[in-house]
């Protein structure tokens, strides 16, 4: 039981992460690689805003704000420095600035892990049907089911989510009928960046806060975003809620060090059956 | 002997070859293990291109076949007793069969599905290896055996580097004429367009699994390469960073199957840090700035510099 | 005996009944055109015929044997094709993708081409003589090594033929190869289809689908005539042209001519003291550091139906997407009711009432035909009533958008994605509407109503530009035209007057390169001392 609300916890992490990536990707074709460091510096903030504060709520406007404030760094390199570059060389930019935030990060706070203590319940326990759980899982777990719901209502429910996808497919013909492209793209990275907010709010008291913690998570995340089929946001929650899972029962089996092995072995086994992952993208497009 | 002509391209290349051997060996020995590093590094991105840039394909599996270039090559020195310069031959080739395989297998998958599921092939690889025990040697990585070749003296550790500088050289000899091609003509088409591809005659998955057999032979050369030049093999050096560098350095470069721009990008992104060595701390954001600035001036890529070259007008390279 | 023979041929995509029994005979050296309604199944067959849809019953016989299901085997069997879209390889110059075509015969392995042994070079000098001779054949007008991304829409139409026929195939399907090309080039092509029939060394038989009529009728042996997925007659163009069934469904009041009934009278001219929605002051713009536009003054008026044409590569459509907002404009002024649009967004202009219909249509393929619609709305501010209120007129107005409203914009007809353009377009009641070749794709009874469309949008004290090059259709409905030549306005004046200014120039360079020196000694014949 422990084991099960654990790996849960870990790969809603992973999905939080993973979804920010997906509605990106879904905006801009740009698959963000800095996500993770997204993550990384919103935790800092956090750290810092609990050193000054108790208030739960400022601690949380700092982690969200700051990972607004740092997607809207990788979308001003993405759209206003590189407008005409081709989508990959977009990517390699997200890649710049995560070579930048990170060496950033590690001159400001050095290699050393900061601890960090859980937002909100601190280190409670609940009994549930004799096991205990620690509220912190449980609380992730609930964040991110909400967030998810959100979303999926936002994006496949308003027209907002459609021109979303317009925008994404084609920016002139979009800006045609009068959707504003810029602002549409922007707001689909800062919605990417508080959630990567939020998980580096969450993360952090179990993993400490240190320059490379993006290292560790951005490939689960998309990992669970390409099990999900990469343009479904509730396919990028079970993706991640999957592969927590996977990865906490194979450590268990196998041990630490095929940790890595096992998730990709079941990725490429899903891919091979599966070349679009298990939630196929709906509205596909055809050529 | 048979005279070939003098145009000939396999000719212009060995001459090239031999021309830039020749100058290199002038480099002082400590500054020539970089230019044998660099040769690598060129191999791999020049493959890269072709396969990327040419036909469209990502793919994030280029440390893997360096791994399968270098554990390779001395796996067979040391198991079978194979001179290196059978062995290399055999591991390239072994690679373009690997390679072909890995095409083969993932080519209903496109984009960045394929971009993972190469990862992922990366990464089993790379825990078989850790734990291969004494075939691999686990996660110290094996050692090269010395490199003797039967008939010739024990020569200076510095003609490996040479010898890696005259095949990069061949590479992009390669590289060049197979883009220039009817093959390289087809796997752009397939990248642009493939359903009029196909209205063409183009065998789509043919050309896809040659992509990468041809792509996978040059990587684990370079592979093979590296392993000698380090005296050794170490899993850690096959991550995924190794691959997405990689990747890096074919976008700078420029993602039309520009060759010149696989030339000149890893001159930017590579040689040019490990010239600044004395940065220290300095080095990431040295490296981010330059990455970032090259991608700003030059969105579609280090090849676009080509047409400022005079004679050369609008003309792809 | 025939060389294709494709009989009760069925498709079926989800609700829509695309193909429904039909039947197509195409004999050795024949050309065969094949007619119908926009959505009739044409494309549709054509991607069975050469292995992209898989169909869900009858046969098809190429040469004596079964056709082969996947599109590159089709191709070694020898049958050439071009699209409907135009499908051109970006990234290659023009005389590689023409090279492209001969991929089916050339040899040359990777190994050959790596270390370029004697016969890959000398194949490869062999394509590339071959592929130059194709494109000076379908009167290709540039240099060709001329990178294709940049090129005018009606070149790459003509490279795709001389990409098709370069495959050396028995049998050539054509997909609407004349759209976008301008009567002169027709003709050039027409002239080599004819030409190569007749080549008896490489007999050819030539499937041609389109919708200028006169074309099809002067130069097939044989016409098949569809309708919803269905062959209602094959027969000589004679027999077709006389058939009250095709009449109906197809060729509509202009009958054969392809001519729309014209009024008597054009609308009078809006006088100059109506305050104009759109002006412009000499002004510029173009891609990179060249203006393709140097120069326009143009005063538009509600109410006003003002027809701009030109050949191709005149710079019609840089225009029209340059007052739209992209590219940008470089120099001189765009004024809408008087105040400056000069470095505006396009969504911004687009919300102040401007609406643009691009030449290679306006629409969101990813999306639904509902979908597509919603999002025109963007800025408007409906509510979801009015814009149901909305949506519906639209479907009123075309119907065969209402009945497809679930299907994903991309799997449309060419015909139908121009009306889905129209309607979104419409949708935001603008008051300024431009239309780019707006005719191309669309069969003569939906031009007719395109016609009266577009008089009626008009008559609303709209105002509407179209660049067209097939002014024909729409001159008799225009107060003024202009003739764009260069990036520049070379004539204005009644639009009667200068369609056949244009037409007369168009046979005076019947269809030459664009060589400075014809160029000039045709446009002095033409206007004189006027320039
Ligand atoms: N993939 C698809 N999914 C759903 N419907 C489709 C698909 N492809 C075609 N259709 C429908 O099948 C019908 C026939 O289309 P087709 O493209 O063959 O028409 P066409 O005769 O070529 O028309 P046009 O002259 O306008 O090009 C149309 O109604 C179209 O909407
Ligand atoms: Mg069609």
Redesign the pocket.
Known sequence: MELLIGGLAIGAVYALLAIGIVLVFRATGVVNFAQGEVMMVAAYAYVLAAARTGSAVLQMAAAVGTGIAAALLCYAVAHLLLPRASRLAQVIGTIGVLILLQAGARFLFTDDPVPADPWLFGDENLLVGGATVAVNSLLILGITVLATAALVWWQNATVYGRAVRAVAEDPWRAALSGIHVSSTLATSWAVGGALAGIAGLLVSPVTGVYPTMGDSVIFPAFISAVLGGFSSIEGALVGGLLLGLIQTYAVVLFGGSFKEAVMFGVLLAVLLWRPTGLFAARGAR?V | MRTIPSRHPVAAAVAAGLVLVALASFVPPYRLFIVGQLSVVVMVTVGLAVLMGGAGLLSLASAAFMAVGGYGAIMLMIQWSLPWFVAVPVVVAAGAVLGGLLGFVTLRLSGFYLAIATLGFLQVLLALLKHGGQLTGGGYGLVAPLLATPGLPDVPAEWLSLLTLFCAVLTVAAAVTVTRSRIGRAWIAIRDNEAAARMQGIDVRRMKVLAFAFTSGLTSLAGALHAFLLNGTNPSTYTMNLSIFHITLVVVGGMSGSIFGAVAAPLVLFFLPEMFTALGEWRDFFYGAILLLTLVLMPSGLSSLLRYLPGQGAART | MSLLEATGLRVA??G?Q??DGLDLSVGEAEIHGII??????????M?VLTGF?RADGGTARFAGAPLPSQPHLVAQAGIGRTF?SSAIFADLTAVENVMCGGHRWSRAGLFGSMVRTRAAQAEEAELRRTAADWLGRVGFQFPVDTPVGALPFGEHRKMEVARALMGRPRLLLL??PTAGLTPAEVHVVGDLLRALRRDSAHPLSIVL?E?NVPFIFSLCDRVTA?DK?RTILSGTPAEIRGNAAVIQSYLGGGGAEGHAAAPAVPPPAVADTVPPVLELRGMRAGYGRIDVIRGVDMTVRPGELIVICGRNGAGKSTLLNAVSGQPKVSGGEVLWGGARLNGLSVSQIARRGLALVPQERGIIAGQTVESNLRLSTGGLGLSRAGYRARRDAMFERFP?LGA?RT??AG????????MLALAKALLRQPRLLLLDEPSI???PTILEELGRTVEAIRADSIAVVVAEQNVWWVAPLAQRAFLMESGRFVASGPAAEIAERERLLESFLGGQGSDGGADEAALALVYGGHR
Request: positive net charge; aromatic residues 2%; hydrophobic residues 30%.
């Open positions: 055809q | 995509f989800g829509v695309a193909l119908g309604p926009n959505g009739a199944g044409k494309t549709t067959a991607n849809i409907q997909d609407e689908v919708h569809v997925g065969k497809r299907q994903i799997t449309l007809s060419g015909g139908e994605r121009q794709g669309l069969a």
